[in-house]
Nanobody, 117 residues
């Protein structure tokens, strides 16, 4: 069974940090590009960061550049999103997405991040 499970969300004060993880099963992670998306209250889903399956290159939304870092550990079947200097605007549900070499597209259920003082 294909499964993506996000974890690491929670309540944090502005300026704090969190580390989100996406644990995958049912497919070989090394062949998949991974994206992190978020859905803030009252807004649609937006891309946050991406990491390729080929060379590990990364991309970030302008709003998180310099603050978030995405990484992958194919041997452990996990992808991480380190979030530093968090802002209230980062409050959202964060989702892990996997895209495979022949059109596979999988989503996790999301983890809640709340940034509040």
């Amino acid at each position: 069974q294909v499964q993506l499970v996000e974890s690491g969300g929670g309540l944090v004060q502005p300026g704090g940090s969190l580390r989100l993880s996406c644990a995958v099963s049912g497919f070989t992670l090394e062949y998949y590009a991974i994206g992190w998306f978020c859905r803030a209250p009252g807004k649609g889903r937006e891309g946050v960061s991406f990491i390729s399956s080929a060379d590990g290159s990364t991309e970030y939304a302008d709003s998180v550049k310099g603050r978030f870092t995405v990484s992958r550990d194919n041997a452990r079947n996990t992808v991480s999103l380190r979030m530093d200097n968090l802002k209230s605007e980062d409050t959202a549900v964060y989702y892990c997405n996997a895209n495979g070499p022949t059109g596979e597209n999988y989503w996790g259920q999301g983890t809640q991040v709340t940034v509040s003082s």
